[in-house]
């Protein structure tokens, strides 16, 4: 199983960017399909973004044109660039990873069986 180490977040003010990193280990990201979810304290855990074995991507209608998913095979890393951020985008980031997931479910948390830990993301008003 892979495992999946986040980082890159942090506080920033309102209109800026942020960039999440996270390194895969165990397996390489170009053959898994994984994706991005952000959680609240108190809320479900909401997919922000994912992408396919093959490259497609899928983005919640949240952040469209505002964040872009990329992987990166030689780092063996998958990246969230985030901009034009708002404090509804303030959250806990999580990566997620599995062998296959089926673009429909891309955005679905329950389609994938890797974790990480989560970074902290805090944009200000």
């Known amino acids: 199983q892979v495992q999946l180490v986040e980082s890159g977040g942090g506080s920033v003010g309102a209109g800026g960017s942020l960039r999440l990193s996270c390194l895969a280990s165990?397996?390489?990201?170009?053959?898994?399909?994984m994706g991005w979810f952000r959680q609240d304290p108190g809320k479900g855990r909401e997919g922000v973004v994912g992408?396919?074995?093959?490259?497609?991507?899928a983005y919640a209608d949240s952040v469209k044109g505002r964040f872009t998913i990329s992987r990166d095979n030689n780092n063996n890393t998958l990246y969230l660039q985030m901009s034009s951020l708002k404090p509804e985008d303030s959250a806990m980031y999580f990566c997620?990873?599995?062998?296959?997931?089926?673009?429909?479910?891309?955005?679905?948390?329950?389609?994938?069986?890797?974790w990480g830990q989560g970074t902290q993301v805090t944009v200000s008003s």
């Open positions: 997620a990873a599995d062998k296959w997931v089926p673009f429909s479910r891309l955005l679905d948390s329950s389609a994938y069986v890797s």
């Open positions: 992408i396919t074995v093959g490259g497609s991507t």
């Open positions: 165990g397996d390489t990201v170009n053959t898994l399909a």
